[in-house]
Structure formats: structure tokens, C-alpha cells
């Protein structure tokens, strides 16, 4: 599985919405689940959501779980995180990265990870 890529962020004001992409290539794209974590300034990264590879199966941070979504288009081999009425605290790196299948939501329990795409809140 080749490394994931994210794309989406940007500058955003509170109550912005903003849909993050991750472009994974591989024809086994549709056996992975894939997760977004993020990294906050100074603070440990932490698990934001996932999808299985069963795209029903999707869970999500406590603090999150009323205003982003996570979807899958496996034609596309990509997975999207929308994100609604953002905070000032949702700024942060956000990473893509895959495991098999399941769920997971450790970072050590993924793979391959992207780079990270940046969102800040410039309220």
C-alpha cells in the first residue's frame, strides 16, 4: 500500500466548514480502513476518526462525533473527512494513514501514514 496522501486544509473561521481528502493508490485499497489523527501545537497526536473497509463502519472522537463525517469512495481509492462548525481547538495537523480492514484507534496500529495537510482556525 503506497503512502497516503491528504489535501483540504487551509485557514478557517469558527463555525467554517472544510472537507479534508486523503488519496491512498493501490488496488487493495478497498481492504484497508483508514484513519485521520491530528497534532495540535505542543500537544501528542490523537485519534480523530476511521472507516473500516466496510464503509458502515466508522467511529469518531467524543469531541468531534456531531460535526464530522468520514466517507470512502473506493473508485477513487479516497477517503474524506467533512468537517462542520469548526473550533478554534480543532486546529491542528491532520494525518491520514491505513491498516487492514478493522478499525483501529491507536497510531501504532496503522501503517502507512501522509504528511499531514494543516488546518488553522484564523478567527
Known amino acids: 500500500q503506497v503512502r497516503p496522501v491528504e489535501s483540504g ?6 463555525g467554517d466548514s472544510m472537507r479534508l481528502s486523503c488519496a491512498a493508490s493501490g488496488r487493495l485499497f478497498s ?10 501545537p505542543g500537544k501528542e497526536r490523537e485519534f480523530v476518526a476511521a472507516i473500516g473497509s466496510i464503509a458502515r463502519d466508522t467511529d469518531y472522537e467524543d469531541s468531534v462525533r456531531d460535526r464530522f463525517t468520514i466517507s470512502r469512495d473506493n473508485v477513487k481509492n479516497t477517503v474524506y473527512l467533512q468537517m462542520n462548525d469548526l473550533k478554534p481547538e480543532d486546529t491542528a495537523v491532520y494525518y491520514c494513514a491505513d491498516r487492514p480492514r478493522e478499525i483501529g484507534y491507536q497510531d501504532w496500529e496503522y501503517n502507512n501514514w ?7 482556525d484564523s478567527s
Open 9 to 14: 486544509g487551509g485557514l478557517v473561521q469558527a
Open 31 to 40: 481492504t484497508y480502513a483508514l484513519g485521520w489523527f491530528r497534532q495540535a
Open 114 to 120: 501522509g504528511q499531514g495537510t494543516q488546518v488553522t
